[in-house]
């Protein structure tokens, strides 16, 4: 697998040919050629098939047929919503024996920085182009802004201390060393408030990042910088009035029925889903996309590995109701059910989703379909309100706000009418500690199985507190994985994390 040093030095631009971010290749299919970034961008055609190409390492898993899956289930495999079975690849996540050698520590890395370069290559010949008018250029600058964010984002939170390229320039690329924590967040910022500058409120397509997208991840970066290991007080009252902007400003909103958001043709077109990946396949498999987080008893006629499944407390502790029932499956074909003391429930939240997350719901598994077009929600509206009812009590207390906020999203997972008070399920009269921790299990259960968890627990300083008792080796600074060995060898000044 590449490292980053080959990233930078003899990357271009690969997927250009790339035209839409839901392209899919089959298995069989012999590689892209590569083309050179100064020779391919002569058009505005040439300029929005390099955008959509930029996040093609995102699709690089099996062939393309999947999103590249250890990005979503190493941080599923270290919270304590979901398990992995004792044979599973990411073992070595779920039980805290971190490896710098391991290939899913390189891809984490290597996606991420790929997408950046990608990002850094369009954003420098944008920049110098005459052949695309200044809004489209403020546009397309702005979506690649945006995925860098992202990426670096996503960097610094699973391995602190990180390279920053905003650069095409790759002379230099093994002595770029690290940056401090707050260096990354300083960049990943000024990239989201660019992003939200330029970004349009809406495009045609719902898979393209807004303005209201880049106010969103801008909020969420805030919330994060607010805890560990930054700690950055004054972060909170900007994800709050960031989170605020999108809660008064924008056109979304909580869907009224919890089990409409995993329905894979409400995904374009739910009022919930503020950014998401878009994945579609074919070719290659026979069979519908196995399960995600599938129970190891599965449905003669849903496959899977049985690789990821459900904690057992995660599902005891969950609040009973709407959004439990719809969130896991308890019950054989047949309808009766099986006992939760001794088999993990499946999660029922992603319907047959796949490897790349993908819902076949309402589909009929007879026969033979390999296509899906259900979404990976990278963020939704619920989780903003969250957002800000979490970083307005850290500011100003439990205020009348936050309240409304929290106890929309508990309603909601009742069923109820989210704008209509009811005593017996909202929140009311808590002290500023008993606040937050009411938010932060909100975002357990509202979130669950959605990557966001594990991210929680390290930002919250909770993971002994909540892993501990299970793996007493481990200590906060397990929050950060290990940078990937070659890179550290590679790379003159990246320093490896340390537990």
């Known amino acids: 697998m590449r490292n980053l040093y080959s990233y930078l030095k003899n990357t271009a631009l690969t997927a250009l040919s790339v035209v839409a971010l839901n392209a899919c290749v089959s298995l069989e299919e012999e590689p892209i050629g590569i083309l050179a970034p100064d020779s391919f961008y002569k058009t505005e055609s040439d300029f929005q098939a390099g955008l959509n190409g930029m996040l093609s390492p995102m699709w690089q898993s099996w062939g393309g047929y999947a999103f590249n899956w250890g990005l979503f289930q190493i941080p599923g495999a270290m919270a304590d919503d979901i398990a992995t079975a004792p044979h599973d690849a ?101 990239d989201l408030l660019d992003a939200e500058g330029t970004l349009p409120t809406a495009f045609p397509e719902r898979i393209r990042p807004t303005s209201w997208a880049a106010k969103s991840l801008l909020s969420k970066v805030y919330l994060t910088m607010g805890g560990w290991p930054l700690k950055d007080a004054d972060a ?32 374009i077109t739910n009022s919930e889903f503020i950014f998401t990946f878009k994945g579609v396949t074919s070719g290659g498999w026979p069979n519908p996309g196995s399960s995600f987080y599938h129970h190891a008893s599965r449905h003669p006629k849903e496959l899977g590995w049985g690789d990821f499944f459900s904690e057992a407390t995660f599902y005891n502790n ?23 003391d001794v088999a993990e429930p499946y999660v029922a939240k992603y319907r047959d ?17 390999e296509e899906g077009h259900a979404s990976y929600v990278h963020m939704r509206y619920a989780d903003i309100l969250l957002i800000f009812a979490e970083a307005e009590n850290q500011v100003n207390g439990p205020t009348g706000e936050a309240y409304t906020a929290i106890n929309k999203v508990r309603r909601r997972a009742l069923k109820l009418d989210v704008n209509t008070p009811n005593k017996t399920v909202d929140l009311s009269g808590l002290a500023k500690d008993s606040f937050d921790k009411a938010v932060i299990d909100e975002r357990a259960w509202e ?33 950060h994985l290990p940078k990937p060995a070659l890179e550290v060898e590679q790379i003159e000044g990246l320093e490896q994390n340390t537990y």
């Open 236 to 267: 909170y009252r900007l994800a709050a009035e960031k989170a605020k902007e999108v809660i008064n400003g924008s056109p979304y909103k909580l869907e009224a029925d919890f089990k409409d958001l995993w329905i894979a043709d409400n995904g």
């Open 90 to 190: 990411f073992l070595q996540f779920d039980r805290f024996n971190y490896n710098p050698n391991s290939g899913h520590v390189s891809n984490l890395w290597g996606t991420h920085y790929a997408v950046i370069n990608n990002a850094n290559i369009l954003i420098s010949n944008l920049e110098t182009t005459s052949a695309v008018n200044d809004e489209k250029k403020a546009q397309l600058i702005g979506q690649a802004k945006f995925w860098r964010a992202n990426s670096y984002f996503t960097l610094t939170q699973w391995f602190g201390e990180v390279p920053i390229i905003t650069t095409e320039n790759r002379a230099n690329a093994d002595v770029i060393g690290q940056s401090p924590v707050a260096d990354v967040y300083d960049a990943i910022v000024q």
């Open 447 to 479: 979130l669950a199985f959605e990557e966001k968890r594990w991210f929680d627990l390290v930002r919250k300083e909770l993971i002994v507190e909540v892993k501990g008792g299970e793996y007493p080796h481990i200590n906060q600074n397990y929050g």
């Open 353 to 369: 989703a796949g490897s790349s997350i993908i819902s076949y719901e309402g589909t009929d598994l007879t026969g033979v379909n």
């Open 318 to 340: 969950f609040p009973d109701g709407y959004r439990k029932d719809v969130s896991f499956t308890t019950s054989w074909p047949d309808g009766t059910s099986f006992p939760t």
